[in-house]
Antibody, heavy 116, light 112 residues
């Protein structure tokens, strides 16, 4: 079964840092780009970042560029989101998703980040 | 950034009746590789989004055939031919052609 499980969320003060993790199973992790998408309370979906199969290329939405870093460990089937200089507006559920090359086709259940 | 505009923002549908959601993009979503990366997702209450349609009109694995997508360029439509109770939730279109990838505001579908 293809599965993504996020962890690492929690309550952090403004200006603080968190590192989110996403553990993948059930598919050849190293063959797929991976993404992070967030959803603020009661709001819509926002793509945050994605990373290429080998980690050599990544992209970010403007609102997090320079503060967040996406990375991956293909040996351990993990993708990470290092979040620094956190702001209240970063409060959201953060979803990890597998990118098939055509769409984000498998999503985790999400991990909640609260900046307050 | 590409702006994705969905209409309507809410929809109340009688079971067994059709429903359509429009999604318009501020620029063409036709990619240089000839593909159009317009996808549709459904987010049920308390759950992560689930992929329904990819590249305008392709149903994802396991998605019932009452869901269909159409369109090109900047205008796209998701149609549910006969709405069922399990189809309630918020529907999002999303473009993956231009960075940053962007979502529509969402359309909330409820059953009458």
């Amino acid at each position: 079964e293809v599965q993504l499980v996020e962890s690492g969320g929690g309550l952090v003060q403004p200006g603080g840092s968190l590192r989110l993790s996403c553990a993948a199973s059930g598919f050849t992790f190293s063959a797929y780009w991976m993404t992070w998408v967030r959803q603020a309370p009661g709001k819509g979906l926002v793509w945050v970042a994605h990373i290429k199969t080998d980690g050599s290329q990544s992209s970010y939405v403007d609102s997090v560029r320079g503060r967040f870093t996406i990375s991956r460990d293909n040996a351990k089937n993990l993708v990470f989101l290092q979040m620094n200089s956190l702001r209240a507006e970063d409060t959201a559920i953060y979803y990890c998703a597998k990118y098939s090359g055509r769409a984000m086709d498998v999503w985790g259940q999400g991990t909640t980040v609260t900046v307050s | 950034d590409i702006v994705m505009t969905q209409t309507p923002l809410s929809l109340s549908v009688t079971p067994g009746q059709p429903a359509s959601i429009s999604c318009k993009s501020s620029q063409s979503l036709l990619s240089s590789d000839g593909r159009t990366y317009l996808n549709w997702y459904l987010q049920k209450a308390g759950q992560p989004p689930q992929l329904l349609i990819y590249e305008v009109s392709n149903r994802f694995s396991g998605v019932p055939d009452r869901f269909s997508g159409s369109g090109s360029g900047t205008d796209f439509t998701l149609t549910v031919s006969r709405v069922e109770a399990e189809d309630v939730g918020v529907y999002y279109c999303m473009q993956g052609t231009h960075l940053p990838w962007t979502f529509g505001q969402g359309t909330k579908v409820e059953i009458k």
